[in-house]
């Protein structure tokens, strides 16, 4: 558990909450004084502190520091939320909030819980006009599939708890676009399988809205982000992958009139077209259209079965219809890049590899009636001190560069005769080095 003592905590507040002064002569010898504004927060904290508490830091996300300053209420002045375990009882985790006034900072209630570790605390948007709440996650002992969860208020100067649970993963998002951030949780049902719970805010409550399951090959949900379904719909896409073998399945949970519910279960193709790939590539906007397209794996023509290589076949879903394929690429997981397949080339191209020294290669080519044709493009990954060398050969085409690898391609020669040829500017615009951003 992270531990960090009271004072050093405090001294980016001070620079916040001190304000600049410009003075001359020996005045500016003198020591910066802290601002009033700071000198009541600290006295706050200090009081805490000999109350035999320890200040603690978030473990993940983005705030991870012992003392947060937040506009919960939107009245224009900051929050202080500050974060402190017992000392004789480590784990037990008090939260504090204190609201501004005038030059001083007063105490509005606090949260206590048990666990291990505060894991992280986000601020989602509560109300329409800005208002914001406070979700706390904690780490309990030795459970590696349950995480504790709390959810609090700030309205008219109080804290108020508005639900304490366990989650397996959970995610905020504005699912039915009204301006404020709703609450998924995943759990796990006492039958072992994966479920969904959608919690929205009104009345001053959180409010259990519905509940889905996910796929029953799930076993662990890898990556939770919010995306868009064709006719531009907020939906949250589960990553999971599966209880047998390897790669990846996904889950696309939305709200509309006809309730929260898991569309990928319902698609009357469900069964035939599977979000299973047996490569653990995410979901992302891979034509940069502004949906999230989902990959089915497809094998390519003329390759192994006991060792295929598969291109991707990129689907895009809607509420209310069919999923539709809108391209296809190779994603080469190992080197980090992906190609953009041309529509002609699915199902009549293949593809071999090759390494040579720090240079890497990879030749898609002409697949026509089970003979390897024509080599049409070959994609270079290359390494090491010759890097630079290999890739300002005559005929190379550099696509990207990082700090350890530079990717390069060239046109074999005799490619510009078969009907499936591609030229330069195309390859630039169809090849990207690709990341994996694994968010649970």
């Not at 078969?418 to 169809?430: N, V």
Request: aromatic share 8%; charged share 20%.
């Amino acid at each position: 558990m992270k531990r960090i003592i009271l004072l050093p905590a405090l001294a980016g507040l001070l620079l916040l909450l001190g304000g600049c002064e410009f003075k001359s002569g020996d005045s500016l010898l003198q020591p910066p004084q802290p601002s009033k504004t700071y000198e009541a927060l600290q006295k706050q904290l200090s009081a805490i502190a000999e109350d035999g508490k320890i200040a603690v830091a978030p473990q993940s996300g983005e705030n991870r520091t012992t003392v947060k300053l937040v506009d919960l209420d939107q009245d224009g002045e900051d929050e202080a939320v500050a974060f402190f375990c017992e000392a004789k009882n480590p784990d037990q985790f008090h939260v504090y909030v204190f609201q501004k006034e005038g030059d001083d900072y007063v105490a509005r209630g606090s949260v206590t819980s048990t666990g291990v570790q505060l894991a992280s605390v986000s601020f989602p948007i509560l109300q329409p006009t800005g208002e914001k709440g406070i979700v706390l996650s904690w780490k309990l002992g030795n459970d590696i599939v349950n995480t504790g969860l709390t959810v609090c208020s700030f309205e008219d100067g109080t804290l108020n708890t508005l639900l304490e649970t366990t989650y397996n993963s959970f995610i905020t998002s504005d699912l039915d676009d009204n301006g404020t951030d709703d609450l998924i949780l995943l759990t796990t049902e006492p039958s072992g399988r994966r479920a969904a719970k959608l919690y929205c805010f009104a009345s001053g409550k959180l409010e259990l809205k519905g509940e889905t399951t996910l796929a029953p090959e799930v076993q662990t949900v890898v990556s939770l982000k919010t995306g868009w379904l064709r006719g531009y719909h907020r939906a949250v896409f589960a990553e999971g992958k599966p209880k047998l073998g390897s790669g990846l399945m996904t889950d696309i949970l939305i709200l509309d009139n006809n309730g929260f519910r898991n569309i990928t279960l319902e698609s009357e193709t469900a069964s035939k077209l599977s979000t299973y790939r047996p490569v653990s590539v995410l979901s992302n906007d891979v034509n940069g259209d502004g949906l999230t397209e989902v990959p089915r794996a497809v094998t390519m023509p003329g390759t192994n079965a006991a060792d295929p290589v598969y291109m991707l076949d990129w689907y895009a879903y809607s509420a209310g219809d069919q999923p539709v394929r809108v391209c296809t690429t190779y994603q080469n997981v190992s080197e980090n890049w992906q190609f953009m397949l041309p529509n002609e080339w699915r199902g009549k191209v293949t593809l071999s590899k090759g390494f040579n020294s720090g240079m890497s290669t990879t030749v898609l080519l002409d697949y026509n009636d089970g003979d390897k044709g024509i080599p049409l493009l070959n994609i270079y990954r290359l390494t090491g001190d010759m890097r630079s060398y290999y890739a300002s050969r005559e005929g190379m085409i550099e696509l990207a560069k990082t700090q350890t690898e530079i990717y390069a391609a060239t046109i074999p020669s005799g490619a510009e005769d078969s009907p499936l040829a591609i030229t330069e500017d195309d390859i630039r615009s169809r090849f990207s080095i690709i990341t994996q951003n694994w968010n649970n």
